[in-house]
Every structure is written in C-alpha cells, then in structure tokens.
C-alpha cells in the first residue's frame, strides 16, 4: 500500500501562522476545516446550515485562478475536508485585521450600517475582503456575496459597503502574502488507523490507492460528498482527494473539441466562458449553478459522477453532445455522455474508474439556450432544468436539434425523440406544434416538495416552446 508522507501531521497557514494537524492529537481524518476551526477557538467562523447555503463559514483560500494569477477564493469551511488544505494558506475573519486596525473592508461594514444580529457578518466581511483583492476589480461584482444570506439587515446597507470599496493601495501588505502564498500541494495521506485520508498528485497514484483499497471514495470538490458528510453523518473508511492532480485540471481547445479535466473548479471554467470563443450554454448555465463559494470548489466531474437526476450540468452537457474520457488502471474509454447515465444515480462508472475529463464537440451549434426553474433565481435547486442546441440550414430548416432535460425522470434526460422529429423539417410554429406532443410523452415526472408531476410536465413543453420563441426572435423570423 503506498505511503505519501511521513508522520508529521498535515502542514498549512491560518491568518499567517503555521499550523500541523495530527490525527495522533485526536483529529478526525474526515473532519472538516470548519469543525477544526472552531474547535482551536477560531470561532468568528460560523456553522450555519452545514451544506454551503448560508455562507456564514466563508473563509479564504490562496489559490490560483483560471489565468493563473493568485488570488484569495472564499470557500465554504464547512465542506471542505480539514486535511485537504495541506500545503493551503486560509484567512479566516479574525485573520483580516492587521496590527489591531480594522481593514477597509470592515470599515466599510461599520460605516454602512452593514451588521444587526453579527452572526452571518464574518462570513460576509471574509466575501468582501476576498472580493478587494480580486485580480483586476473595477467594480462591486454582486457574485462576490451571492453565497452570503443574511436575514437583518437586507443586503442594502452591505451592498453599500461593496461599493464604497476602494482599489488596494500599492503597498498593502496583503498583496505581498497572497503573491507569497502560492498552495504547495505535494502528496500526502494521513491514517489514524480507521479513517485514511490520500492526496495523490498523479493518476497513477490514486489507481494504486484504488487497487489497494478498493472501496476508498473519490473527493474532488467535496460541494456534495460533505454534505453527507454533516446532515447524514456518512463517513468514508478512505478518501483520495483529486485536487492535485494535474491531469485532471487543464482545459484545451482544438478544432475539434474542447477538453475540460474533471477536477477543474467551476470558477475556473466560468472565467475561460467568458472569452469569445466561450461555450455559450456553459456561459448560461455557470451563475445559475449554486454561489462562486460553492464553485470555487466543485467540479463538473463530480456533478457527473453524483448522477443527481436535478443536476445541473448533465442537462447541458448533453445538449452539447458531450462525451467523457472515464480512465482506470489499465487505460482508458470514451463514453457519450446520453449513454452514461444508467438509472437513478447509477453510472456507467465500472470499479476503480474514474470520469477524467469532459470533451465539447466543436463547432459549437448556433443557438443554445440553458433554462434553470426553481423557487429562487440564484442559489437553488433546479424543480426542472432545460437546454436546447439547435443548427439551422441555409433555408431555415433543422439540421440538428438537441434536448435535454433535468428533474423530469430517474436520470438526466435526452429527449432524442423530438430531435429525431425535428431533423429536416422548417423551424415554424407548425413543426413547434408537433415537437409539443412528441414532448408530451417524454420522462416520467413525479411530485414532491419542488413541484408537482403536472407542473413539471408542463415545464417540458413551456421551455421548448419558450426556446422556440427566443430563437425564431434571434433570427429575426416570425413567430
């Protein structure tokens, strides 16, 4: 069985300290950066609803972004693994304030009125410090709270705040440690003899750790995992951290395809979308998809590999007729992804394998359009999820249409179906009407708190009938 390091506890930075974390000293190899945070008395970090909803255990991390620059990312500390920080430096609210002064973020708090109850503010304050130094800032970015809640003082007051913020000056402090700080994330584990935590840096490396421990879980995110972790109590007898390995965080571009690695952070990928030979669904779909707390961690290989039929990116990615790289130790296979969703949360994944990258077919389809209906516009859970790719020819007919749809059966669904229907015929309200009644019999919808099976049966036709409409005004034809 192979050993990444030696007994001499897990190594990271707080609020500029060293510190080492031994699962010798009692230390749970699962627990989580919040869970040690609170219990070494770092308490202006808050649990509040443990499964990154409220933001009150913002805290920030060094990390690099999608063009390499590094920058302060706020996670959530309640979903990330204690042990997966190794070699991290993290800030947390009592970390801000330097030699006793109140940083201008905090002054900005006090002078706006921004804080009544106090309990969600560090997480706030944290946000907002995260968002000061953000590479390249002209202007208050709303994402930068959007994984924030507070229910006092209204967000008007902390809105405020945001704005007022100044540029750093020249000389802060704060921008010499975070140019200092770049994460060192060397391999490890750490195994206090019932619980293994593995953080390997090579593919190659976690196949042994699979090989030898054949039920070990796979983390890469954790934006899921760990909230089993706290609300169910799920443990793990061993977890192999992804977040090293190189292999699995690169994104390419060719003529052909694009290529995202499993384990790139969503936040990542919503940066590259924003460049002009971006996806326009992913560009869609990304700030619909949880808070940037949440997606500075999570992965599109981890949405995949959960087979959550309310998943947002499967309905998207199977618009664009995306395939899957999945690898094991002996090689690797490539897998439509309509072919990879077996059941609910049953994948095509066999033992020991791992989904490693995304492939994007290219060209990409003139329109494409992502629909998210849920209770709340940002930060929910979908009730039914949408995305439509369509291709015209020359004289307005449908050389290819895709559908896909999430939260309407067991598994994300391709509606092939309609498309098959579609193929040929002119892009007019006639054929639109004969697309509705294939839609009509497609997925198997049921009720539950979200919305009823009618209600999300009506949403199969709403939505197609809906992209119709934005396309036919897109291209400038009737209705």
């Not at 009125?113 to 503010?121: A, D």
């Not at 391999?187 to 699979?210: C, K, M, S």
């Not at 384990?263 to 990542?268: D, F, N």
Request: proline share 7%.
């Amino acid at each position: 069985m192979p050993v990444y390091w030696t007994r001499m506890g897990v190594r990271f930075t707080v609020n500029g300290e060293p510190a080492t974390v031994d699962s010798a000293d009692g230390v749970d190899p699962r627990a989580t950066l919040l869970q040690w945070l609170r219990a070494s008395g770092r308490v202006g970090t808050k649990e509040g609803c443990a499964e990154g909803e409220c933001g009150a255990c913002a805290v920030g991390i060094v990390a690099r972004d999608a063009r390499g620059r590094l920058a302060l990312r706020p996670v959530n500390s309640c979903l990330v693994p204690l042990f997966g920080m190794a070699g991290h430096t993290v800030v947390t609210s009592e970390g801000i304030a330097a030699g006793g002064e109140l940083h201008p973020v905090q002054k900005a708090m006090v002078s706006q009125g921004g804080s009544q109850c106090g309990y969600c503010t560090p997480g706030f304050v944290v946000s907002l410090f995260c968002e000061y130094y953000r590479p390249g800032r002209a202007e208050y970015d709303p994402e930068s709270i959007g994984g924030n809640l507070c229910r006092c003082t209204g967000y008007r007051p902390i809105v405020d705040a945001a704005r007022s913020l100044p540029a750093p000056s020249l000389d802060d402090p704060w921008l010499e440690t975070i140019r200092r700080s770049a994460p060192a994330l060397e391999a490890f584990e750490e195994n206090d003899g019932q619980a293994r935590f593995v953080r390997p840096t090579t593919l190659r490396a976690v196949f042994d750790v699979l090989a030898a421990s054949p039920g070990a879980t796979l983390i890469a995110g954790g934006t899921d995992l760990m909230v089993a972790a706290n609300q169910r109590f799920a443990r793990w007898p061993v977890l192999v951290a992804l977040d090293a390995v190189d292999d699995l965080q690169r994104i390419e571009r060719s003529d052909r395809e694009l290529t995202i690695g499993a384990a790139v952070p969503l936040s990542h990928l919503e940066e590259r979308m924003h460049d002009p030979d971006g996806v326009a669904l992913l560009r869609q779909l990304l700030p619909l998809f949880s808070s940037r707390l949440i997606r500075n961690r999570a992965t599109l290989g981890g949405n995949l590999a959960t087979a959550s039929p309310i998943g947002d990116s499967p309905p998207v990615l199977l618009a664009l007729d995306a395939e899957v790289t999945l690898a094991r130790a002996e090689g690797s296979r490539r897998l439509p992804l309509r072919e990879f969703f077996l059941a609910y949360r049953k994948t095509a994944l066999a033992p020991g394998e791992l989904i490693a990258a995304v492939h994007v077919p290219l060209p990409l389809p003139e329109h494409q359009r992502f629909y998210k209906v849920s209770k709340r516009m940002l930060d929910d859970i979908s009730t039914v999820a949408a995305a439509f790719a369509l291709e015209l020819d020359g004289s307005g007919r449908v050389r290819e249409l895709r559908a896909a749809y999430g939260g309407v059966a067991a598994t994300p669904l391709r509606v092939t179906a309609v498309e098959q229907s579609a193929a040929g015929k002119p892009w007019t309200a006639e054929t639109l009407r004969g697309l509705v009644q294939e839609m009509d019999r497609a997925g198997t919808p049921m009720t539950d708190h979200r919305g009823s099976a009618a209600y999300r049966r009506a949403m199969l036709r709403t939505l197609l009938e809906r992209f119709y409409f934005e396309t036919q005004a897109a291209a400038g034809g009737e209705p």
